[in-house]
């Protein structure tokens, strides 16, 4: 054999054993570097549920890293799979569609209705001439002194032989209580001046389901187990904030307000207590509410068609709608719960 043969296959040999040992460290390195990337992709997604984000189960693998690099500076809108908490909930179409119902009501049968008032905001609202206050300016008209000062229309008869008889069929067409309220509340309705929806939580569950979504996908993709009391933490604050808005609602309400739901009908004395319990009840803890919303009603006051039936539904719960006036909003700092309303009409 040669004598430089020698130094060839050696050189060969320490190549292929460089060679086999870089490979070896390469795929200890590239190991390490998934598992490394596994538990900084655990950690990010664990950093953003805890910060309210939900995570798009259709990102890939790629993008989810590319996000585990920048996840610990992310903000609300940032990075490719992550969005901040949705504001988006469903009040908006709730009180669209109950508007459209309410104006669209064919008629309205009393409970209780506060029939001056009634008459009297029919005609503030609408300013339309009356019968009586026609006939009396005529009146005053006949003698010819100041006759110039009336409708033509009224001037020419003022002088003829029949003006008796002319004024007992010049008459506008009568419009009863239920049509004045009627045509009342469906104008203010149109024109925004009567609060509706106070009844409705201002819904945040979409944040709470997306959370369960997001929960439930980082469980079957990365086989993530994330701790029961971490979720119940994140649950609780979502619900939290569901609340909050609502009660919000709830303590700044004034003036005019429309509400419907069922109402719990209890007997006070001289009077009817009928009481909404608000469904934001159930997202608050045990210190706080219950939230109420309630109207009292006098005995006597009540239409006669439906007094009976009052009184045998005393201890349950009977649908009504109350269009009144806000009297007490609710007040969280000193505690008190009922959202109180003074009625104009019960139907």
Known sequence: MPTYFWPISTLILVTMITIYSG????????????????????????????????????????????????????????????????????????????????????????????????????????????????????AGEISGEIKGSIPKFVESKVGGRDLNKWISTLKFQDISLNGMFQRYQRETIKNSQVLLGIEEVDIELSELQEFEETINDLSSRFQMEIPHKLLEVQRTNLKEKAATKTLIKLEQATGWILVEGKYKVDEEGEYYKCTYSHPVNEYLSDQLGPVTISVIIKKDSLESHVAGNYSQSIGRSIPLRIYGQVWEPIDRKSNSWDFKITPLVIY
């Open 23 to 138: 490979y070896t460290i390469f795929k200890a390195v590239r190991r390490n570097k998934r598992r490394f990337d596994y538990y900084r992709e655990k950690d990010t997604a664990r950093y953003l549920i805890e910060r309210g984000y939900s995570i798009d189960p259709y990102t890939s693998m790629k993008d989810f890293r590319h996000l585990s690099k920048i996840g610990p500076r992310l903000t609300s809108g940032e990075g490719i799979i992550a969005k901040s908490p949705s504001s988006r909930n469903e009040i908006d179409e709730i009180i669209e569609e109950k508007k459209k119902r309410l104006i669209g009501v064919p008629s309205v049968s009393f409970h209780y209705v506060n029939k001056d008032q009634i008459k009297s905001y029919y005609n503030d609202y609408f300013r339309e001439p009356t019968f009586e206050s026609l006939v009396s300016e005529i």
